[in-house]
């Protein structure tokens, strides 16, 4: 407390008000119907503004919760953005799809895998002529509003494990260059994977993700490919299932890594 600008002294904390708290929603439809474009609440104190998001990565060890969060993004998502579904595994996001009437793209009996990868590839290259065709419509007006197209890809170090090179080095090139290109034009890609190192994804897409989210265990080799510079020790992650750390880069939130309580949802048929 002093006019000496040789000793005055400011620190600045980058604290944000109150708790990591989980959303409990006890009708998902509603909940999903109540909201205000293009907000996706992901706690109690922390909401995601689709307008800001480049690319999502979800990320966590078998059990932890991977599906039933990437379910609640998908409800949230289907009245903001158009939908293309990829489900190595015809699991979840399959039946999740098969209820909302959206295609998905999955494996199918009597086919190879590189077969299956191919056909994602001709889908990823259609959706990167969209990107080429609103960037033209930028060019003479660049404010025109578009609506958004998410990529959803499930488990996707299942697609790149055992591939013809040639086919996954395809695939990589194609979610390296919607990642890349794709903001301006609100194309996305939500990426779901046990774990980011670069067999899974090119270091290229990872580079463009701005909302990373780990659940389930998290010590140093866990976060080591998501977050590569963080010491989770100091962060307090309460204890339960779907739960993590999530960091969204933007220009509307804190750059830290924050404790993550991914929301409990119920829905008319029961918890998912």
């Known amino acids: 407390n002093t006019d000496d600008i040789h000793t005055q002294r ?96 999955h494996p199918e009996r009597n086919r190879s895998k590189s077969d299956f990868v191919a056909e994602i590839n001709e889908s990823l290259s259609q959706t990167l002529n969209i990107i080429y065709k609103r960037q033209e ?49 609100k194309v996305h890609l939500l990426l779901v994977s046990q774990r980011f190192d670069y067999q899974s994804i090119p270091v290229s897409v990872r580079e463009q993700l701005n909302v990373l989210i780990q659940i389930g265990n998290i010590n140093k080799k866990t976060v080591q490919f998501l977050f590569p510079d963080l010491d989770p020790e100091g962060i307090v992650i309460p204890l339960g299932k779907g739960t993590g750390l999530i960091q969204i880069i933007d220009n509307e939130h804190p750059y830290q890594v924050l404790p993550l309580l991914c929301p409990t949802y119920y829905t008319k048929k029961g918890i998912l």
């Open 10 to 105: 400011g620190l600045f904390f980058p604290w944000k008000m109150g708790i990591s708290k989980r959303l409990v929603i006890n009708d998902l439809d509603f909940f999903v119907a109540s909201q205000h474009k293009p907000y996706i609440p992901i706690m109690e104190n922390l909401k995601l503004n689709y307008d800001n998001v480049t690319s999502i990565a979800i990320a966590g060890n078998s059990g932890s919760g991977k599906s039933y969060t990437l379910t609640y993004f998908l409800s949230m998502l289907k009245p903001l953005s158009d939908l293309i579904i990829i489900d190595p595994k015809f699991d979840t996001p399959s039946r999740w799809a098969r209820e909302n009437k959206i295609p998905v793209i």
């Open 137 to 185: 419509i930028l060019y003479d007006n660049p404010r025109h509003p578009f609506s958004h197209l998410t990529i959803v890809i499930d488990e996707v170090l299942a697609l790149s494990e055992g591939t013809n090179k040639n086919i996954k080095d395809s695939f990589f090139s194609l979610i390296s260059q919607i990642a890349l290109l794709g903001r301006a034009t």
